[in-house]
């Protein structure tokens, strides 16, 4: 599976957007992006997964680069419960392993 | 959403014990469940991959002799460390995949002590 790349920590007001970059250079055409949350002391939560188009749901949206390789998540309106560690993970899409990277720290701030 | 629920959520025990931990699908039929150990202010690691019936599939540097795994039904998987050192302590999760989709439980947080 193809290697992510994510900035380590990131700051967001409450209120605002919060944009979350991944690069994942190496991807290959079968391969999706997913991204999911992990909350201190919980499980990771599913968040929004793509594989060429923008994709957009209740929590979040999906865009990714015309070349596929880099995506961005964004949070339209961040609130402080959106605090966590987010992580983008590519996925072959003939396999249900996650492999996780280091993912970006978020915090909201009031 | 799928459901998937760990028990114990927390676990003490003293070193050279073994202790088992359940991973449950709730509301799903899961043929594959997957383990990871977290270490503090670290990413999820993948240990193995169990599959319904069948052995589990460890990562490599994973020993199988000490974390022990067994999917016996569709719906519950265990994970067994054997003989248990402090250095074993960690949060355990488990994941069940229903139609491609992962579904992760709450976590377990071992301490040996």
């Known amino acids: 599976d193809a290697k992510t790349t994510q900035p380590t920590s990131m700051d967001c007001a409450e209120g605002r957007a919060a944009n979350l970059p991944c690069n994942h250079s190496t991807i290959s055409g079968n391969e999706y992006v997913y991204w999911y949350r992990q909350i201190h002391s919980q499980g990771p939560q599913y968040i929004i997964h793509?594989?060429?188009n923008n994709e957009t749901n209740e929590m979040a949206s999906l865009i990714i680069t015309e070349d596929r390789k880099s995506s961005t998540l964004i949070l339209p309106h961040a609130t402080l419960r959106d605090t966590a560690v987010y992580y983008c993970i590519v996925r072959g899409y003939n396999t249900d392993k996650l492999i996780f990277g280091t993912g970006t720290r978020l915090q909201v701030f009031p | 959403g799928a459901v998937v629920s760990q028990h114990p959520s927390w676990v003490i025990c003293k070193s050279g014990t073994s202790v088992k931990i359940e991973c449950r699908s709730l509301d799903f039929q899961a043929t594959t469940m997957f383990w990871y150990r977290q270490f503090p202010k670290q990413s999820l690691m993948l240990m193995a991959t169990s599959n319904e019936g069948s052995k589990a599939t460890y990562e490599q540097g994973v020993e199988k002799d000490k974390f022990l795994i067994n999917h016996a039904s569709l719906t519950l998987s265990t994970l067994t460390v054997t003989s248990a050192h402090p250095e074993d302590s960690s949060f355990y999760i488990c994941s069940a995949t229903s139609s491609y989709e992962q579904y992760f439980g709450p976590g377990t947080r071992l301490t040996v002590t």
């Open positions: 793509g594989l060429k």
